[in-house]
């Protein structure tokens, strides 16, 4: 099994900026492939950024450029930074991970968080 927590979340102004971290225990980080998915109100859960166990990355057209994901084998976290918030960022951030790297395709990860509250105020 693995167990997935966020943190990072919180209130900020559009424009500013904030770092989100997932910590992964109870299987080895490297093993995994991983991904940050959110949900706004209203809004299906879509998928923010992706990051391999080779660290290859994918963004969404929507955070690409402003977002960075990143992982730390050693410390088994990984990080989105997140730059220039926007108002349509407000979102439910989830980790995700999985055994298998075709869910950086199909989105079928075995494992998730418990979320963490982005709030950006225009």
């Known amino acids: 099994q693995v167990q997935l927590v966020e943190s990072g979340g919180g209130l900020v102004q559009a424009g500013d900026s904030l770092r989100l971290s997932c910590k992964a225990s109870g299987r080895a980080f490297n093993s995994l492939a991983m991904a940050w998915y959110r949900q706004a109100p209203g809004k299906e859960r879509e998928l923010v950024a992706s990051?391999?166990?080779?660290?290859?990355?994918f963004y969404s057209d929507s955070v690409k450029g402003r977002f960075t994901i990143s992982r730390d084998n050693a410390w088994s976290t990984m990080d989105l930074q997140m730059n220039s918030l926007k108002p349509e960022d407000a979102a439910v951030y989830y980790c995700?991970?999985?055994?298998?790297?075709?869910?950086?395709?199909?989105?079928?990860?075995?494992?998730w968080g418990q979320g963490t509250q982005v709030t950006v105020s225009s």
């Open positions: 990051i391999s166990r080779g660290g290859n990355t």
């Open positions: 995700a991970a999985s055994l298998a790297g075709t869910a950086l395709y199909t989105g079928k990860y075995d494992y």
